[in-house]
């Protein structure tokens, strides 16, 4: 794949807890400017990045973040909230508590009610595989299709680790047809980029790949 393809499925990614507007408008941006599938940026910035992008690229934010550990009451609200302030896409934490007690049937409905809410908007699951047995992390596979979101994801990028190939290979092989596989947390090449696309994930969360091409003069990538 060339570098063009490669950007079009990246998340360009700023969650940090210090996170500026100034920052978040840099991020938009690189996002215009390098074709990015969308942004993904913390629920306080959407209003305004919505209204900065005016249309140019997708707005990603984030639910129950990082933990997860919100009542499905909240999460919802801030669904809602994020929606109305105009975001296109929604990456929900579940509640990894529970699916080590194994209370398939409470995330399953989480994932249901935030996917109504959604609509049409895509919805992607972050499940946190770095904290999950394999058996945990087959059983999210099974509940993500049948919730009917669209995107299963590896991690937050804020816990103990992130995306690995041997997660997506599994991901891929457990996901039913029309759900799409997100790889995020510690992508730091375009070789890796690629590697992760080609074992089966579409969108990448990722703000390295951008940085490279700005700040790397050596690397002979060319946009």
Known sequence: MNTKEILSKVDHTLLSQSATWNEIKVICDDAVKYETASVCIPPAFVKQAREYLDGRVAVCTVIGFPNGYQTTAVKCFETTDAIEN???????????????????????????????????????????????????????????TEAGADYIKTSTGFSTGGATFEDIALFAKHVRKGVKIKAAGG?????????????????LGTSRLVAIIKNDTDNNIKY
Not at 187 to 203: N, P, Q, T, V, W
């Open 187 to 203: 992508i730091k090449s375009f070789d890796d980029a690629e590697k992760f696309i080609s074992l089966g994930a579409d969108r």
């Open 86 to 144: 105009g975001a296109d896409e929604i990456d929900m934490v579940i509640n990894v508590g529970s699916l080590k007690e194994k209370n398939y049937s409470d995330i399953l409905n989480e994932i249901k009610k935030i996917k109504e809410i959604c609509g049409k908007r895509i919805l992607k699951v972050i499940i946190e595989a770095c904290l999950l047995s394999e058996e945990e992390k087959i059983k999210m596979c099974e509940l993500v």
